[in-house]
């Protein structure tokens, strides 16, 4: 699928806000259609940390539909299979445990297997979001990523004339349309729904996390050579853990989450010191692998606060020439891993609509201001909906895996009846028709340009 | 799909106990495909009261592969589609319409429509449950149905023995296999679980009901023609209104389902005296259309409270030659009006297992205690888990009927998240793939029979 070389037709140019995994790769989407792009990212150097990301088979197929480039990037940065490989049974699959019951003094490795869902050959692929990141930044041409642009306005004098984006160390950039890609925290979402309006911040979930990497021996000694080698939830009341293999198999990912019933006590700080001695407590009691993971972790560790955009969802990702994609369109909890993956499914949307805004523009000689408008509507109303639902269900699984229930014997089957729920849900990620997305895209943004949609009254205007 | 006449060969004699919608479809079915069956109601008439029920047309599919008869009963007794028949749109859908809010002062019949599924043509067909157990019961040759017979005991003396039924009135029946259809207070399966076991008990949802049919007439000065004639369901904080139409659309069912935080006063009495005021109060500063609904509603009226085995679920659904199907097996909730669709299938699954195991019994020499154990062990493998969903997908739908963000502005694009939700839940029950499932449990029937599946090992004692 390569992009139309539009010789001699001038492009509109989009700003990206944030040089997160989401944001480069609608970047290097854009570029690859001759759209041009920039992208401002506040850190110092790159926003991705060294914890593990998986992607599903899904989200794979979106990107190579944005540029198999980003796929190439995401192999050569260590991306394995989340399974272990086996000849016999290559498979990836999703693997919920027993992490609370059945103790078996014959066997301490043992841990009854709750359920499994086959997610198809290479149905996962883990990686450290840090090593993608450098991968896919390697695909942009210099000058396209500018650091240490931190945006504080954006402001539109005309409506014909293009879009001014102030950013904090006083510069200045014109751009005609502006797509937020700065996740979480998203500044640009604050802008477009406006400063206090609680739909602009993220809550906190009422979940803290605690991550670390650990070389595969000693995981193997923790779990067994299976688990260790396989991805697996152990689940059970008021926390889980869990973990997969990235960096080649050398160590495992392993993520224990912890209810929390208190607030948070700082919004704009969602990083504490924890230690090890937290996660001994919640884990308390449960299997002994489980407790040798634990062990395993750091005695001093950050301790994640779980935010995500339930409490107040944004009524819409977009307004005039501005739009919000990935997590700041719709941060959710990790519980499904399917915040990227969400993401990447915004960047092929998106990609799709720019490139016909590029010619429409040449083409049928629409303003640029009209044509892009019409595109962040039309990728307001394909996106919206799913991408909340993933909000809403990356909260429910989790409450299934943290389920009070699986510490009583007498709500056990009770407690059991929530994974045919769980295989739907993976199932609605994981079986994505992206094809059908495009094509409702490409319907959705020719059906506004020949009026029969009625268009959005929101309209840019200064903040 | 003509039963296979049996010439000369000896049928398994199956009891069902309990005469409901769900015990007579199935007795229909068994008596088309030969099996020898009995049923045993407790009552002095037939179980069903003058409510409402809608069938999905998944659900008539299923009513046609056991007999196309239960299809004529069903159309004889009055059965219309949900909609209003409108030629230029002739399907029938599921609205959720706006019950709270949103008053406006120029259209007193205003209510917003916030969410709308196409189910198809005919997607719905609503009836009176007693008109269709009657037209239903004519499809049965007379002598096969007892009433006054309340089960009391079961005993199997020896296992290649005859089970016998023990009843209240002193009789005794015996048979090779017990199908309880005795609906939530089923006492087959306070015989399987075990009394004092709170799983063979159902348990309160916190809902209370109050019912009602309304000539069509009164209806549309109340809601308006379109609402009137078409299924609706009014949601709003702690409440909310169902209506469709019933009886050749000469009236509609409407069912004002209420929040009770309270425990119910009496587990075995589910049926309490209530009054107008009561739902009143629950639908106090509604939308006036809904006000004027509830106003229609008698000053004294029944107070249903609503139970299901959410709490408790069976944890299996079949014990040697025993087995439980409809209610009995997963009495849910009302709030996806798919509970005797449930049960439809139950029976679709039953009829398909009987006419095998009168087939090995007949050509494979297999006992009849070892092939109506394998046939309900499938059953149970097969149903369990779908008829289980459904149970907690009930639950979770009224749950977001009666969100208490519909009262509160700042939550509305929240509540109204739940809607995709909605649709995926829908759409589970009402694309059922009935042959597949036709397909599956033949294919666990037989390998059971092989022996490639490991059989269970429960079986009947004496209880």
């Known amino acids: 699928m390569p992009g139309t070389v539009l010789e001699g037709g001038e492009s509109v140019e989009i700003a990206i806000i944030g040089g997160g995994i989401v944001g480069v790769i609608l970047a290097v989407g854009l570029l690859r259609r001759n759209v041009k792009v ?15 990301i998986a992607f599903t088979a899904n989200a794979i197929r979106c990107m190579e539909q944005i540029d198999p ?23 990836d699959y999703l693997r919920w445990i027993d992490g609370y019951n059945q103790l078996r003094e014959d066997d301490p490795y043992y841990q009854r297997m709750l359920y499994k869902i086959d997610a198809g050959y290479r149905g996962f692929e883990g990686c450290r979001r840090d090593q993608f990141l450098e991968a896919l930044v390697k695909v942009v041409p210099p000058g396209v990523i500018e650091c240490k642009k931190r945006l504080e306005k954006i402001e539109e004098q005309e409506q014909e004339k293009k879009i001014s984006l102030k950013f904090v160390d006083g510069t200045m950039v014109e751009v005609d349309a502006v797509i937020g890609c700065d996740g979480i925290k998203s500044r640009v979402r604050e802008i477009i729904l406006g400063g206090g309006n609680p739909a602009s911040y993220p809550h906190y979930t009422h979940k803290v996390a605690y991550r670390t990497l650990i070389p595969m021996d000693e995981a193997i000694k923790a779990l067994d050579d299976y688990k260790a080698k396989n991805q697996h939830i152990h689940i059970g009341p008021n926390a889980h853990l869990i973990h997969y293999p990235v960096a080649g198999r050398k160590m495992i990912n392993a993520t224990a989450f ?8 700082n919004d704009k700080q969602m990083v504490a010191p924890g230690s090890r001695e937290d996660i001994e407590t919640a884990f308390a009691g449960w299997n002994p692998c489980v407790r040798n993971v634990v062990n395993l972790f750091p005695k001093k560790l950050d301790k994640w606060a779980v935010f995500d955009l339930w409490d107040y969802p944004a009524p819409y990702y977009n307004k005039g020439r501005i739009c919000l994609a990935g997590d700041a369109a719709h941060a959710s909890s990790p519980h499904h891993g399917a915040g990227a993956c969400t993401g990447v499914e915004d960047a092929l949307c998106l990609v799709t609509l720019l490139k016909q805004v590029n010619l429409s523009v040449q083409e049928s000689g629409l303003s640029k201001r009209k044509a892009l408008s019409l595109a962040f509507e ?8 799913r991408s909340q639902w993933l909000v809403n269900s990356s909260r429910r699984v989790c409450d299934f895996y943290h389920q009070p229930e699986w510490a009583n014997p007498a709500k056990w089957v009770k407690a059991e009846t929530c994974f045919e729920e769980l295989k739907d849900r993976s199932y609605k990620i994981w079986h994505f ?8 895209t490409l319907k959705g943004y020719a059906d506004r340009e020949a009026g029969l949609l009625p268009a959005s009254s929101r309209e840019t205007s200064e903040h």
Chains 1, 2 share one sequence.
């Open 378 to 385: 039309t990728f307001n109303a394909i996106r919206r909906t």
């Open 69 to 91: 480039a980003i796929v190439t990037a995401l192999r050569t940065s260590g991306s394995v299979p989340t399974s272990d490989g086996n000849e016999d049974d290559p498979n």
């Open 38 to 52: 920039r992208v401002f990212e506040q850190a110092q150097g790159f926003r991705e940390i060294g914890a593990g």
């Open 258 to 265: 912890v209810s929390d019933p208190n607030p948070w006590p």
């Open 433 to 440: 028709d992206y094809e059908g997305m495009i094509k409702e």
